[in-house]
């Protein structure tokens, strides 16, 4: 047999250290270039995007270099009758949308910029008979969505308005023999997925219903000889950027803040409104 084949050759000019201020400029930068193509193209995801910028710049402890009046008007501006928020003006709401802005607005301290209680019902409305949540008035199941759910009324204080015991068993109906969970009963499992289900469970004090044993085997399978993770290489934005952060806070790296690893913000503005999920199983 031959030599196995290398993921990724890293050189041995590569850095070694974080260039944390590279990486502020960066996000700094992004939503000042509203003419570049990829910041008009990305305007069907652009809540989440203000996420991700302002949460990783919090976590760098540069939030005072973002405009925060432009963006609670931009929230603001976003919240549909409904009560819903969508990722930009004219766009449908979306419960994906709508956990983002109540994240930033939870950063912000400025919840009062928004109708919560419209947020609630709308929240309340997208629950199934099964438990499961729907993104959005057309109906798509996942179980992203069910962790969408979960966070949004968490860090609203307003878990007790949905059916939780039904939330939770369709949740744990998505759990595949292999440990991990899927979108739907019967899906295949995905990294992706995984961290919604147990953040979910987190949340709702169900984390001890998972096999602790068997997920981590399926997630430690899923590092590369690199060192690396599956995922896709060769990715440079704000997704990217907060999740590259967040993992090198959860490593330990001292010159970022504490991340909660369940609602991927930071530990500070939780314990603030005292929200905190279960993290052992």
Not at 8 to 37: C, N, R
Not at 189 to 217: E, K, R
Request: hydrophobic fraction near 40%.
């Amino acid at each position: 047999m031959g030599t196995p084949q290398k993921d990724v050759v890293i050189k041995p000019d590569a850095p070694s250290t974080l260039f944390l201020e590279k990486h502020a400029d960066y996000i700094a930068s992004y939503g000042a270039k509203k003419d570049d193509y990829e910041y008009c193209m990305s305007e069907y995801l652009r809540m989440s995007g203000v996420y991700w910028g302002l949460t990783v710049m919090d976590l760098m402890g540069q939030l005072q270099r973002m405009t925060k009046e432009e963006i609670l008007a931009f929230i603001k501006s976003c919240q549909h009758e409904c009560g819903g928020i969508s990722a930009s003006i004219g766009h449908d709401p979306h419960l994906l949308y709508t956990l983002s802005a109540v994240q930033i607005l939870t950063l912000y301290d400025s919840l009062h910029v928004v109708d919560v209680n419209k947020i609630v019902d709308y929240v309340k409305s997208l629950q199934k008979e099964d438990g499961s949540f729907a993104g959005d008035k057309w109906g798509e199941i996942d179980t992203r969505f069910s962790f969408c759910a979960a966070a949004t009324l968490a860090l609203l204080g307003k878990l007790d308005v949905v059916d939780v015991e039904k939330a939770v068993e369709f949740v744990l109906s998505c759990m595949n023999f292999d440990g991990g969970f899927g979108c739907r009963p019967g899906s295949e499992s995905h990294a992706g997925q995984i961290y919604c289900c147990t953040g979910f469970l987190a949340i709702t004090g169900q984390l001890h219903q998972i096999n602790a044993d068997l997920l981590g085997w399926w997630l430690c399978e899923r590092q590369l000889p690199s060192g690396g993770l599956n995922g896709r290489p060769e990715k440079v934005d704000p997704f990217h950027t907060l999740f590259g952060i967040a993992g090198l806070s959860l490593l330990g790296d001292e010159q970022i803040k504490p991340v909660s690893p369940v609602f991927c913000m930071p530990e500070d503005i939780l314990q603030r409104i005292n929200v905190q999920p279960e993290l052992v199983s």
